[in-house]
């Protein structure tokens, strides 16, 4: 099925996720989307599988306009698509699941939907127990479960979402096996990813986007340098920064290994020194978060060793982490950070940590004024957090921030602002770095992990990379390692 | 014991445990779709006290229970509309139902009280009712009580073998999947708690025209908070569920009996006893220490996981399409 967007447009808020995207794939072919988080790909992705609307612009199968209002629609006109995280319910079993949605009568046909998941299953070499609770099942395998539900209800345009992300290698040989063997068939297939590898390996045609756009098109063969620049545009450049004698190791890791139930990261060796700053690069999701996570003490490593100024700290509660001197920031400031509904007094008095029974209100006044000054946060003592903006927030929680501290673990923490308070945030940063802070920092924004890391961790389809020289890496080498293209090597 | 006093024991569980087993299975079937009706014991003495006052006003069993299956819907629809459309927090609005409907059953029952009014008759089934043992216990009952067999039945065969009853479960596990599969989630949810609401209603006539005849302050004795117990226990399954409606049955008339056989122990302690014995029950389904004890082996990890249930996934949250 031939399929053609015509100038897509859709805005959220303020923001225009998609702005007056052109996109023709023919049949038959592997058509990729590359882009960053942010770019624009799902949103154009969910409106062509009904998920959501349109602001303007056509959508053309074989030529006729259509309009989804629900995916259900778009299904029965034959546009499925797979999600990252395959849109299935993992309680009922493989058959149920199957079953779910077909539009056939009132009464379950069993023995006809076993008989369909038989045959889809023979014809791609799949091995799913129809007894088996989806629950149970892989990433990878419930992909294939979706692949054989959607193809059974009619699909002929079949979208990935990032499908490579929470799968094994083999996995991903076998998936690519299969959309090989679809395409062949005469199945459109759109593959969105942000991987550079993949898209190499499996695409004759890649469009980028950038921001909302369409920043170009390239067809087999390409290289991955044009992919990089369509990327991320063409302003990446490393700039000068100044240096901090390091100190004594304030963080140590040996062989950690993290993982949550769809994400798991292998030994990871790093000793942070006090006044070092260490960036961690990588799409979102790439396992940062539970990196940072486990640092703080948060989150339990599966095996290795987490020490703080020499004491071995797993198993610990938090709050022994707090005493010594780390501290985690989360990029969920108002959720995590933050407690909604108490204002900046109580806030600061929560975060002393005093052992008194009774507040002292008028003392606690009189420091939250100071410590509003001191960090010009836009608000008075009496200000509930969630009142202030995002940049006002960040400005509070490194106000809350104990002096003398030995680590701080800081997740995207300058997501949002606007650029005198990325300044300011960064100013602060560094000046506590002077004073042998260890600053560990999570950022989507290369321009930032370039311009404050000494070293550089990357994160990429479940691996982590050797340490990176920052003085050494250029913008086009991390951004090559974040689409996934190399690590493999630095293994 | 003779066999005749076990089979009669058996027969007036089943008869009694009608009203519990009505309000289970619609409260089932509202949880399922991811909408807990937390009402339900206002809804229970509501309903017990407008189906008897119909009744006893109309002589009509036949308004009464439809009446009653009216004002299990519409409490219902509050929960429902301030649930799906406004996105209130349904434990709150359930509670202030819960204790509002018990008020009004108060008020409006007040010129009721104590006054002698229409049964659902008995009615044996003929030929059935012959058969040794099982006809005594399951075909020498009346109408309600063969509704409330069937009624189970129904709901497992409705849940578990067809289509609509397969979305069902979408719907209440992960809404946004079930959306992507064409289920149009909040008018489903709206519809199913309807439709539980009517059911439990009709289990409050249940009680009021048939286990406890008449009207009173406070009827139906807080059955309704062990009806959402029994959800609980019964892992939102309806034929689990009716289980455990009868083993509470069960365990009234246990408790009735040891009554009588020590008569020096005070009373209240067997009236209270199913009610505790109900929270052991519930503490026993949903362990995590026995969780592990019996995941040692694939076959004892079967029969557990059989017999302990997961809430459905998305119960007790609001769905909205992006």
Known sequence: ?491 | MDTTFIILTFASVLAESAPLVFAVIGETLSEKSGVTNLSLDGTILLSAMVGFAVAFTTDNLYLAFFAAMIVGALVASIVAFSSIILKLDQIAVGFILTLLCGDLSTFFGNPYVRKPGPAVPHLAIPGLVEIPVLGKIFFDQNVVVYLSVLLIFAAWWWMYKTQPGLKLQGIGERPAAAFARGANVNAQRFLYTLIGGALVGFGGATYSLFVKLGWSYHHTFGIGWIALAIVIFGGWHPIRGAIGAYIFGGLQSVSSFAQSAFANVPTQVFQTAPFALMILALLFVSNEALDRFFSGSPWSRRVWQSLRGTPPGALGTTFEQE
């Not at chain 1, 063997?181 to 199945?187: D, F, N, S």
């Open chain 1, 1 to 491: 099925m031939r399929l053609e967007l015509k100038h897509i447009h859709k805005h959220f808020g303020a923001v225009h996720a998609n702005d007056d995207i052109c996109l023709t794939i023919e049949s038959g072919t592997i058509h990729g989307l590359l882009g960053e988080n942010g770019a624009g790909k799902s949103t154009l992705m969910k409106i062509l599988s009904g998920f959501i609307r349109r602001d303007a612009g056509e959508i053309l199968l074989d030529g006729g306009a259509v309009a989804f209002k629900n995916p259900a629609e778009a299904i029965r006109a034959g546009v499925g698509m797979l999600h990252q995280d395959p849109l299935d319910f993992p309680p009922l079993t493989v058959l149920d699941d199957f079953l779910l949605g077909r539009e056939d009568g009132f009464i379950q046909k069993r023995a006809r939907a076993l008989a369909d998941l038989e045959k889809f299953s023979r014809q791609f070499g799949f091995d799913l127990a129809p007894d088996a609770l989806v629950s149970a099942l892989t990433v990878g395998e419930r992909q294939q479960l979706e692949i054989m539900r959607l193809l059974s209800l009619g699909a002929k345009i079949l979208i990935f979402d990032e499908p490579t992300t929470g799968i094994s290698l083999p996995q991903k040989i076998k998936l690519f096996e299969t959309l090989r063997l679809l395409a062949q068939q005469g199945m459109t297939i759109i593959f969105v990813t942000h991987k550079l590898q993949d898209a190499e390996d499996l695409c004759g045609k890649v469009t980028v986007l950038r921001l909302g756009k369409v920043t170009g098109e390239v067809t087999c063969p390409f290289t991955a340098d044009q992919l990089v620049r369509l990327m991320f545009g063409q302003s990446l450049e490393t700039r000068a920064r100044a240096t901090v004698a390091l100190g004594e190791p304030v963080l140590e890791l040996r062989d950690v290994c993290v993982a949550d139930y769809r994400l798991r990261l292998p030994e990871i060796n790093l000793q942070v020194r006090s006044g070092e700053v260490i960036g961690l690069a990588g799409i979102e999701g790439s396992g940062q978060r539970l990196f940072l996570r486990a640092c703080a003490g948060l989150d339990q490593p599966v095996t290795g060793e987490i020490q703080l100024g020499g004491a071995r700290m797993n198993r610990r509660p938090y709050r022994e982490f707090l005493e010594r001197g780390a501290v985690y920031l989360p990029a969920g400031r108002l959720e995590e950070g933050l407690v909604p509904g108490l204002n900046l007094t109580e806030h600061f008095i929560l975060a002393k940590r005093s052992t008194e029974f009774f507040v002292n209100w008028p003392a606690a006044q009189t420091c939250a004024q100071t410590r509003i000054q001191e960090y010009s946060i836009r608000g008075v003592p009496t200000s509930r957090v969630e009142a202030l903006s995002g940049g006002n927030q960040q400005r509070a929680l490194l106000a809350l921030l104990q002096p003398g501290l030995k680590l701080i673990l800081l997740e995207h923490p300058t997501r949002g602002l606007d650029i005198e308070s990325t300044m300011w945030v960064w100013s602060q940063l560094l000046e506590r770095r002077t004073r042998g802070t260890a600053i560990l920092f999570a950022s989507a924004d290369l321009d930032e992990i370039l311009e404050y890391s000494d070293r550089i961790l990357v994160f990429s389809g479940g691996r982590v990379a050797r340490a990176l020289n920052a003085k050494e890496t250029s913008a086009h080498q991390l951004g090559e390692l974040i689409a996934g293209k190399g690590m493999e090597i630095r293994d």
